[in-house]
């Protein structure tokens, strides 16, 4: 209907405009970052490191609206999607068994696809650091890799705290975060790269129970 449309040009108007003023954000920052650098001797202690990490979120906050608008150097190219997500599990094994999880990788079927390796990196990145950050108390995380008709399906499994509805119907939005410390951001750079790539992904989630993350991705793209 028209209240759609006029909806979704809002939507897209305002994600330009993040991306703009995340861009104008950045150069200030890195400003403010170096010149804190330099006199951060003066500083207390305390105060020169809670400066540096709060910029460092910032930092991370304008790049993830960057990567929204044109990512660059975007290069497809036929891949293994079991090679690029085996390099993203590397990073995760040893805070996994810091943390008391089991982290299992098994695949019946890898299929090349074609993809921007940096991309599918950022995005088993953020789906992997929520399944992560869902276990406190240890648990499991199961990644399993199969193909259903002629696409890649990635299932990402976890046994932690799950979401209620209400949090799940939100996913995806900018800033919609149930962590002290998160910025909301993750899923929507997920969903955005998913986008980029003709796939889709659909999540089952019980609270308490685990959460399910399924994302398929064609082997070829248009
Ligand atoms: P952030 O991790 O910074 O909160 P995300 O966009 O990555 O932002 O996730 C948004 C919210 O979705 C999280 O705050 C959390 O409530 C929920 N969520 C995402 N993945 C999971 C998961 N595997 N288990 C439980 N909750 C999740
Ligand atoms: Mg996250």
């Known amino acids: 209907t028209e209240e759609m449309l006029r909806n979704t040009e809002k939507l897209i108007f305002a994600g330009q405009l993040a ?37 460092d979120r910032m930092n991370l906050i304008v790049s993830e609206f960057m990567i929204l608008g044109k990512p660059q150097n975007i290069i497809f190219k036929e891949e293994q999607c079991l090679a690029i997500l085996q390099e993203v599990l590397t990073i995760f094994e040893f805070q996994a068994t810091m943390n008391g999880i ?70 995806g939005e900018p800033f919609h975060t149930t962590k002290p410390e998160g910025n ?20 089952a989630s019980k609270r308490n129970e685990g959460t399910t993350v399924d994302i398929y991705l064609p082997c070829t793209i248009r």
């Open 102 to 171: 089991t982290l299992e990788c098994e695949f019946t079927q890898s299929l090349e696809i074609r993809c921007d390796r940096n991309q599918m990196k950022q995005m088993f990145l953020n789906i992997l650091k929520n399944a992560m950050e869902a276990l406190p108390y240890g648990g499991m995380i199961h990644v399993h890799l199969d193909a259903v008709d002629a696409d890649q399906r990635i299932r990402i499994t976890d046994n932690g705290e799950g979401m209620t509805e209400e949090v799940m119907s939100k996913i």
């Open 184 to 203: 909301g951001l993750g899923m929507m750079i997920v969903q955005k790269i998913i986008a980029t790539h003709q796939g889709r992904m659909k999540i």
């Open 19 to 55: 991306v703009s003023i995340a861009h104008e954000v950045r150069n200030p920052l890195t400003t403010v970052k170096g010149m804190l650098q330099l006199s951060g001797k003066q500083l207390k202690p305390h105060f020169y490191t809670t400066m540096m990490s709060e910029l």
